[in-house]
């Protein structure tokens, strides 16, 4: 029988841009490390407002200059992603607040983290919204999620490879 995924949902506010970057980035670093059958890789965001769009055309753009493959569209969390996911990395401290707001008796805190809580260059407490600035922004936010995604992939490994 095969090992339990580790399931892990990416949140950020649209899930536009940096929640499904951060899926897309995640995903493309496992398949990489020849480790994605280890993983179920989602992302949602707190408001429904772009559910069924595709990430945002300039997040794809910048996406795709650095290698990445485009998939999925937006989704608005659930109540039931609380159980159902292992790790739910939120990208600053709104939707991290939102997404406690939905684990009202607190059954799932230690689940919730910020993803730059992983970073390992950038020392940074969010992961900042680029959708209403210019495209540096936009290159700025997928440095400090590559950054953080491969700190999160170490820090996994290491906890599974521990005694």
Known sequence: ????????LFVCMG???????????????????????????DSAGTIGMHQ??????????HLTERGYPIFGTARKIEADDLN???????????N???????DRDGLHKNKIRK???FGVRYRADRVPD???GGEEGFVHVI?????????????????SSAP
């Open 1 to 8: 029988m095969p090992a339990p995924k580790t399931r892990i």
């Open 15 to 41: 899930n536009i841009c940096r929640s499904p970057a951060a899926e897309m980035v995640f995903d493309h670093m496992t398949r990489n490390a020849g480790r994605a059958e280890e993983f179920l890789i």
């Open 52 to 61: 069924g769009n595709p990430p945002d055309h300039r997040m794809r753009q």
């Open 84 to 94: 159902c996911f292992d790790w739910i990395l939120v990208m600053d401290e709104d």
């Open 96 to 102: 991290e607040q939102d997404v406690r707001r939905m």
């Open 115 to 117: 993803l730059t809580d």
């Open 130 to 132: 680029p959708y209403y």
């Open 143 to 159: 440095d400090l999620i590559e950054d953080a995604c491969e700190g999160f992939l170490q820090s996994i490994t290491a906890r």
